[in-house]
């Protein structure tokens, strides 16, 4: 890899760690290229993505953004998974970690914060944004929808007196 090369991968990466919520760094030793392949389809399908950079070039890129903390975890064979989603890329790593002991997480970065295992953990437990989209629609129509209720309710009410009224009358 050339110098030209590098500067590229560091720019890559550096605007990687810039934009995303959240960065959680794990060691993969051990994974097979079909291990590999099936984690970085998960993290896709979750709306994240993985990367694998030299932990110097990543140091480097590093520096001057929000996840620069998670620079101390680099050491030995890591692999980055981030999403915009502050939530996704958590949630798809620690579902993948369960099914396969060779992918360990060591950590990661939500903003500015550094996250240890547990953290990282912490955060994949938390609702996705698609969740807390749906249930503040809910908490809002449901007022909605009683008003509606409470309103039709007493016209019901004097349709159905007007119909017993009716059939009183006709027997």
Do not use: W
């Not at 929000?66 to 996704?88: C, I, K, N, R, W």
């Not at 409470?150 to 159905?160: D, E, L, M, Q, V």
Request: glycine share 8%.
């Amino acid at each position: 890899m050339d110098r030209a090369q590098k500067e590229a991968v560091v720019a890559e990466l550096n605007q990687v760690f810039t934009d995303s919520g959240v960065v959680v760094v794990s060691h993969y030793t051990g994974l097979s290229v079909a291990e590999m392949t099936a984690f970085r389809t998960a993290v896709r399908e979750a709306g994240g993505a993985v990367r694998v950079a030299k932990n110097r070039l990543a140091k480097i890129a590093l520096e001057g953004t929000p996840a620069q903390p998670v620079g101390d975890l680099l050491t030995g064979m890591t692999v980055f998974a981030y999403s915009e989603d502050p939530v996704a890329a958590a949630k798809a790593v620690e579902e993948f970690a369960k099914s396969n002991d060779k992918l360990q997480v060591i950590g990661g970065a939500m903003g500015g914060e550094l996250l240890d295992p547990a953290g990282v953990k912490a955060v994949a437990a938390m609702p996705s944004r698609e969740e807390l989209i749906a249930s503040v629609v809910a908490c809002l129509g449901a007022p909605a929808s009683n008003i509606a209720g409470a309103i039709g309710a007493p016209a019901s009410n004097i349709a159905s007196i007007l119909s017993t009224l009716e059939e009183r009358e006709a027997a």
